[in-house]
């Protein structure tokens, strides 16, 4: 089992990060989000991996044959329809912000400080 | 009884979904009405449930997949004392703000109904369930539920910001957590909580286990409000529907915290157990930081429900810091504290809403004196803030009294003191803002000193100024406030609330309850602890914050030297971290940035 997906995970997480941090228009923040998240994606489906096995449909496979963990799977899936939610909600968010304040740049967005 | 169980998280979904398919063409009362039997409902079966479950803990196995040979595959919910009471607030919280907002809103439809139906069934389901990757589903439920909730007002700038920062750093808590989650996972194989526990007991800490732990610790963070990790909890607060911040304040933050105890005590206990002395000074510590800052950041505001979104945040600090003691006295103490004191503060919030709906205006300086005609809501919200201060009878002052005993017990005396301190800061504001509004004491509004944030940037959620205030509004905001103060009428109510924390710290008895059906047997009730001294401590505290408000209102009085050398010593200070809460989404997940590094710094050097 080598390093490379946990390296590729840490990599996501903290290039999403940055993308956020430094970030001046609010859609590019969502979607820095959404790579942040794909981290968790790459980290899930990496720890149920087993070299040399198959996908976990036990209908063409003999019995015993080695699978990959089909609950990091699952729980791969429940996480993507979440992550569909929250980048819906902010995109949806972000426009209604344009289209109050009439800009995407989070430094222009100032009225909350103090 | 058991069949309850499922029904206190499915009553609010489907209640949710059914007012959902419900035809627009429903009367707004229509929707009011059902969310409200709703809600009321689940209260009564979360009641039930936590009667029943002082008398005999009980779980739940759904379609029936029961453990075999402590292996668990199906997924559970648990019945303990401690979970049901706050499940029981929740309900309360929820019930308590669709009644409010009865009146409140002008607006028809039945988006917010169904959205506070979601959330409230998304709360109990996280406080009940026994699963790591269903807590992870309902925290992210919640939290979804609460972005919609915080941005509800779409025509409303500030409101949209406040939401935008909640959600982005909301969700990057809740990916920590499911790294956590993920990383546990990979080293157990397990999801249960109590499987989990039994396989991580005994197993050598390494790098793994600690960066599971700090995910999972900082994700926790985020939600509860803890310094550096708090930065988006005022700006969504000054911003969201007043019903909503209610429960914000009441019961969200505090999950965040209940998160925490419940992932150590069923899970990493078996494992950091030995490192635990460490882990109690990181906790403490972390704690008082958060009590502090939030209580200097609380007096300098005007605008209310800023303000009340600043002392949240200090309170949770010493939240923090019950939890963080790990023994059981502190944790009920924790318990008693967090409860009261959430309906304290969703009393104040609710009377702020009262304020709004009169006077379009949540702001101290532009309200001078123009509560004058609803003294009423004026007595509640002063009331309110000596509770904050931990007047007796409130049920918070048996709270502090219980954490800082315990504290002293176990090498933290300063503890007592540094409590006191933040509640007289974070009640003399309030205080200070009550006469100001309601009463128009103090000097008039001096308006070429104009801080940032005001509250009168903030759209009223009804359309004009009212002439009248609906008696539903304040008969909530005094049911909430009643109840806090009845609460610390109950007699020894920390020592009945002690051997639930055990049972809650017990990581055994949870497992056994859990993975083998075996019903923890009663603990007997401890002897009552006098609580005099912690009366004696609520009494003066209360004096210092009026004290303390007085200064506050009549500062232009003081001699001048005395002014200045305060402006001069503190002023900088002030300046500096209040320009730290920039409002700025960017600046925030650079701040969590730091918090996560600093933890893990933290956990790796003291557990590792």
């Given at each position: 089992?080598?390093?490379?997906?946990?390296?590729?995970?840490?990599?996501?997480?903290?290039?999403?990060?940055?993308?956020?941090?430094?970030?001046?228009?609010?859609?590019?923040?969502?979607?820095?989000?959404?790579?942040?998240?794909?981290?968790?994606?790459?980290?899930?489906?990496?720890?149920?991996?087993?070299?040399?096995?198959?996908?976990?449909?036990?209908?063409?496979?003999?019995?015993?044959?080695?699978?990959?963990?089909?609950?990091?799977?699952?729980?791969?899936?429940?996480?993507?329809?979440?992550?569909?939610?929250?980048?819906?909600?902010?995109?949806?968010?972000?426009?209604?912000?344009?289209?109050?304040?009439?800009?995407?740049?989070?430094?222009?967005?100032?009225?909350?400080?103090? | 009884?058991?069949?309850?169980?499922?029904?206190?998280?499915?009553?609010?979904?489907?209640?949710?979904?059914?007012?959902?398919?419900?035809?627009?063409?429903?009367?707004?009362?229509?929707?009011?009405?059902?969310?409200?039997?709703?809600?009321?409902?689940?209260?009564?079966?979360?009641?039930?449930?936590?009667?029943?479950?002082?008398?005999?803990?009980?779980?739940?196995?759904?379609?029936?997949?029961?453990?075999?040979?402590?292996?668990?595959?199906?997924?559970?919910?648990?019945?303990?004392?401690?979970?049901?009471?706050?499940?029981?607030?929740?309900?309360?919280?929820?019930?308590?703000?669709?009644?409010?907002?009865?009146?409140?809103?002008?607006?028809?439809?039945?988006?917010?109904?169904?959205?506070?139906?979601?959330?409230?069934?998304?709360?109990?389901?996280?406080?009940?369930?026994?699963?790591?990757?269903?807590?992870?589903?309902?925290?992210?439920?919640?939290?979804?539920?609460?972005?919609?909730?915080?941005?509800?007002?779409?025509?409303?700038?500030?409101?949209?910001?406040?939401?935008?920062?909640?959600?982005?750093?909301?969700?990057?808590?809740?990916?920590?957590?499911?790294?956590?989650?993920?990383?546990?996972?990979?080293?157990?194989?397990?999801?249960?909580?109590?499987?989990?526990?039994?396989?991580?007991?005994?197993?050598?800490?390494?790098?793994?286990?600690?960066?599971?732990?700090?995910?999972?610790?900082?994700?926790?963070?985020?939600?509860?409000?803890?310094?550096?990790?708090?930065?988006?909890?005022?700006?969504?607060?000054?911003?969201?529907?007043?019903?909503?911040?209610?429960?914000?304040?009441?019961?969200?933050?505090?999950?965040?915290?209940?998160?925490?105890?419940?992932?150590?005590?069923?899970?990493?206990?078996?494992?950091?157990?030995?490192?635990?002395?460490?882990?109690?000074?990181?906790?403490?510590?972390?704690?008082?930081?958060?009590?502090?800052?939030?209580?200097?950041?609380?007096?300098?505001?005007?605008?209310?429900?800023?303000?009340?979104?600043?002392?949240?945040?200090?309170?949770?600090?010493?939240?923090l810091i019950g939890l963080g003691l790990f023994s059981p006295v502190a944790f009920a103490g924790t318990i008693v504290y967090l409860m009261t004191?959430?309906?304290?503060?969703?009393?104040?919030?609710?009377?702020?809403?009262?304020?709004?709906?009169?006077?379009?205006?949540?702001?101290?300086?532009?309200?001078?004196?123009?509560?004058?005609?609803?003294?009423?809501?004026?007595?509640?919200?002063?009331?309110?803030?000596?509770?904050?201060?931990?007047?007796?009878?409130?049920?918070?002052?048996?709270?502090?009294?219980?954490?800082?005993?315990?504290?002293?017990?176990?090498?933290?005396?300063?503890?007592?003191?540094?409590?006191?301190?933040?509640?007289?800061?974070?009640?003399?504001?309030?205080?200070?803002?009550?006469?100001?509004?309601?009463?128009?004491?103090?000097?008039?509004?001096?308006?070429?000193?104009?801080?940032?944030?005001?509250?009168?940037?903030?759209?009223?959620?009804?359309?004009?100024?009212?002439?009248?205030?609906?008696?539903?509004?304040?008969?909530?905001?005094?049911?909430?406030?009643?109840?806090?103060?009845?609460?610390?009428?109950?007699?020894?109510?920390?020592?009945?609330?002690?051997?639930?924390?055990?049972?809650?710290?017990?990581?055994?008895?949870?497992?056994?309850?859990?993975?083998?059906?075996?019903?923890?047997?009663?603990?007997?009730?401890?002897?009552?602890?006098?609580?005099?001294?912690?009366?004696?401590?609520?009494?003066?505290?209360?004096?210092?914050?009026?004290?303390?408000?007085?200064?506050?209102?009549?500062?232009?009085?003081?001699?001048?030297?005395?002014?200045?050398?305060?402006?001069?010593?503190?002023?900088?200070?002030?300046?500096?971290?209040?320009?730290?809460?920039?409002?700025?989404?960017?600046?925030?997940?650079?701040?969590?940035?730091?918090?996560?590094?600093?933890?893990?710094?933290?956990?790796?050097?003291?557990?590792?």
């Amino acid at each position: 089992m080598s390093y490379l997906p946990f390296a590729v995970a840490a990599w996501l997480f903290a290039v999403g990060l940055y993308g956020i941090v430094t970030s001046r228009h609010l859609i590019h923040l969502v979607i820095c989000l959404s790579v942040l998240q794909s981290s968790t994606y790459v980290l899930l489906l990496a720890i149920g991996y087993r070299t040399g096995a198959s996908a976990p449909i036990f209908v063409e496979i003999p019995p015993g044959a080695p699978v990959v963990d089909p609950v990091v799977q699952a729980l791969t899936l429940t996480n993507s329809v979440v992550a569909a939610t929250v980048s819906a909600l902010l995109l949806a968010l972000a426009v209604q912000v344009h289209k109050k304040a009439g800009t995407f740049d989070p430094d222009e967005l100032d009225i909350l400080h103090g | 009884m058991r069949v309850l169980l499922p029904l206190s998280v499915a009553v609010p979904l489907v209640a949710a979904a059914l007012l959902l398919a419900a035809p627009q063409s429903w009367v707004r009362r229509g929707f009011d009405a059902f969310a409200v039997a709703a809600a009321g409902s689940v209260m009564v079966i979360c009641s039930v449930l936590l009667a029943g479950s002082t008398r005999e803990p009980m779980v739940y196995w759904f379609g029936g997949w029961l453990p075999e040979g402590g292996v668990a595959l199906g997924l559970v919910l648990v019945a303990e004392p401690i979970a049901l009471a706050l499940a029981t607030l929740a309900a309360f919280l929820v019930t308590a703000s669709l009644v409010y907002s009865w009146h409140f809103f002008d607006t028809t439809g039945n988006l917010f109904h169904v959205l506070m139906l979601v959330f409230l069934g998304a709360m109990i389901g996280f406080c009940l369930t026994g699963d790591f990757f269903s807590l992870f589903v309902f925290f992210e439920l919640m939290s979804v539920a609460a972005f919609s909730l915080a941005g509800y007002k779409v025509e409303e700038e500030g409101s949209l910001q406040g939401a935008l920062n909640f959600a982005v750093i909301n969700s990057i808590g809740a990916f920590l957590v499911l790294s956590g989650i993920a990383l546990v996972y990979g080293r157990t194989g397990a999801l249960n909580l109590a499987q989990i526990g039994e396989s991580l007991a005994g197993a050598p800490v390494d790098g793994l286990v600690i960066t599971a732990f700090v995910f999972l610790i900082a994700g926790y963070f985020v939600k509860a409000a803890v310094v550096p990790f708090h930065f988006w909890l005022p700006d969504t607060y000054a911003a969201a529907p007043t019903p909503v911040c209610v429960l914000f304040a009441g019961i969200f933050n505090v999950l965040g915290l209940y998160a925490i105890a419940r992932t150590y005590w069923t899970m990493f206990d078996g494992v950091l157990g030995a490192e635990l002395v460490n882990l109690r000074t990181i906790m403490v510590g972390a704690g008082a930081v958060t009590a502090i800052l939030g209580a200097l950041m609380c007096w300098p505001q005007r605008h209310i429900k800023r303000l009340l979104g600043f002392s949240t945040v200090s309170h949770v600090g010493m939240f923090l810091i019950g939890l963080g003691l790990f023994s059981p006295v502190a944790f009920a103490g924790t318990i008693v504290y967090l409860m009261t004191d959430g309906l304290v503060r969703g009393s104040l919030f609710l009377c702020a809403g009262i304020l709004l709906h009169r006077l379009r205006s949540v702001d101290e300086l532009g309200c001078d004196g123009l509560g004058r005609s609803i003294p009423f809501t004026g007595i509640l919200f002063l009331l309110g803030g000596l509770g904050l201060a931990g007047l007796p009878p409130f049920g918070t002052f048996v709270g502090r009294a219980l954490i800082g005993e315990e504290a002293a017990r176990l090498g933290f005396p300063w503890v007592t003191y540094l409590m006191v301190a933040v509640s007289v800061l974070t009640a003399a504001p309030v205080l200070r803002a009550g006469a100001r509004v309601f009463w128009g004491f103090g000097p008039g509004a001096d308006y070429n000193h104009r801080s940032e944030a005001e509250g009168d940037e903030e759209e009223p959620e009804t359309t004009e100024a009212h002439e009248t205030t609906p008696p539903l509004m304040w008969v909530t905001a005094a049911a909430l406030l009643g109840v806090s103060l009845v609460a610390g009428l109950v007699p020894d109510l920390p020592v009945r609330l002690v051997p639930a924390a055990e049972l809650f710290l017990d990581r055994g008895a949870y497992a056994d309850l859990v993975l083998r059906g075996v019903t923890p047997h009663k603990l007997p009730l401890p002897p009552g602890a006098p609580l005099l001294e912690g009366a004696v401590t609520g009494v003066i505290a209360a004096l210092a914050a009026v004290v303390a408000a007085a200064i506050g209102l009549w500062h232009a009085k003081l001699p001048a030297s005395i002014r200045d050398s305060i402006t001069r010593s503190l002023g900088p200070a002030f300046g500096g971290v209040r320009a730290l809460h920039s409002g700025h989404v960017g600046d925030y997940v650079a701040w969590l940035t730091v918090g996560v590094a600093v933890l893990g710094g933290l956990l790796a050097a003291t557990l590792g």
